[in-house]
């Protein structure tokens, strides 16, 4: 059974900074190319944030370039996703998924 839990969300004022990470377990994660993450605000839909590719490279959304990096320690099977100048619109629930499987989320609000 695969079991991904996220940490790291919380409060901050527009510009800072804050570290998500995505502990899995049941899974190996050299062998998990599509790991990443998604989020969701109220009423909208999951979107993608950022994700490895099948090359082994990574995958942003325009609208996190140059102020999210996505990364990944296979020797603890986590992956972290670093969020610089933070903006209000990236208020929402943070989602790690792979493998098929979503964790349960971690809500980052930014307050203007």
């Known amino acids: 059974q695969v079991h991904l839990v996220e940490s790291g969300g919380g409060l901050v004022q527009a510009g800072g900074s804050l570290r998500l990470s995505c502990a899995a377990s049941?899974?190996?994660?050299?062998?998990?190319?599509?790991m990443g993450w998604y989020r969701q605000a109220p009423g909208k839909q999951r979107e993608l944030v950022a994700r490895?590719?099948?090359?082994?490279?990574?995958n942003y959304a325009d609208s996190v370039k140059g102020r999210f990096t996505i990364s990944r320690d296979n020797a603890k099977n986590t992956v972290h996703l670093q969020m610089n100048s933070l903006k209000p619109e990236d208020t929402a629930v943070y989602y790690c998924y792979g493998f098929g499987y979503w964790g349960q989320g971690t809500q980052v609000t930014v307050s203007s």
């Open positions: 490895f590719t099948s090359g082994g490279s990574t």
């Open positions: 049941g899974i190996i994660f050299s062998m998990n190319d599509g």
